[in-house]
T-cell receptor, first 113, second 113 residues
Framework: GDSVTQTEGLVTVTEGLPVKLNCTYQ???????FFWYVQYLNEAPQVLLK?????KRTEHQGFHATLHKSSSSFHLQKSSAQLSDSALYYC???????????FGAGTRLKVIA | DAGVTQTPRHEVAEKGQTIILKCEPV?????LFWYRQTKIQGLELLSY????????DGGAFKDRFKAEMLNSSFSTLKIQPTEPKDSAVYLC???????????FGPGTRLLVL
């Protein structure tokens, strides 16, 4: 079946340094969309990035991700982490044909001074 | 445009009670999702409706959890009977289609004693 894997439960990074959150997936469907959602403390998840185009970089709020179908990955990166980036990040995919929307387990990002 | 609304925001129930959570999706959205969120399990899909038709009933949650979509602008999630392990945040989300961004409501925080 379809699945999304986020290998790190917690990522801790010092303010100003780069950060990378990993996301890999398995799916049998060709028409798929990928998302990164961010959830700040005591708030609901909200979309950060969306992509469905192979090898195209998508950017928003200083974060970027590139869908690589060859390696089944959609990693989230930022060149300089800010204290305000501390939150829970979910990677997700959706596929037509089976009407599935799959979330990863989530990665908590902690940015320290 | 109004976002997803959920009521109540907080609920305290005794073990064995029946509780009903309510959700109003974004106007014009065709897909509606109910999730349970805990720190240990992350986001767990409870139900998925597409144009008011139940597409996914969450497997393991079938026996005590029942979601209904009474019309295109209102959904309920009934938990009967409640158990302490049901204590969690219940999130409702809606999207235009399965491949679009999900917009989450603020959630209902449920505590079962």
């Amino acid at each position: 079946g379809d699945s999304v894997t986020q290998t790190e439960g917690l990522v801790t990074v010092t303010e100003g340094l780069p950060v990378k959150l990993n996301c890999t997936y398995q799916t049998t469907y060709l028409t798929i969309a990928f998302f990164w959602y961010v959830q700040y403390l005591n708030e609901a998840p909200q979309v950060l990035l969306k992509s469905s185009t192979d090898n195209k970089r998508t950017e928003h709020q200083g974060f970027h991700a590139t869908l690589h179908k060859s390696s089944s990955s959609f990693h989230l990166q930022k060149s300089s982490a800010q204290l305000s980036d501390s939150a829970l990040y979910y990677c997700a995919l959706s596929g037509t044909g089976n009407y599935k929307y799959v979330f990863g387990a989530g990665t908590r990002l902690k940015v320290i001074a | 445009d109004a976002g997803v609304t959920q009521t109540p925001r907080h609920e305290v129930a005794e073990k064995g009670q029946t509780i009903i959570l309510k959700c109003e999706p974004v106007s014009g959205h065709n897909d509606l999702f109910w999730y349970r969120q805990t720190k240990i399990q992350g986001l767990e899909l409870l139900s998925y409706f597409r144009s008011k038709s139940l597409m996914e009933d969450g497997g393991a949650f079938k026996d005590r959890f029942k979601a209904e979509m009474l019309n295109s602008s209102f959904s309920t999630l009934k938990i009967q009977p409640t158990e302490p392990k049901d204590s969690a945040v219940y999130l409702c989300a809606s999207s235009l289609t399965i491949q679009d961004t999900q917009y989450f409501g603020p959630g209902t925080r449920l505590l079962v004693l």
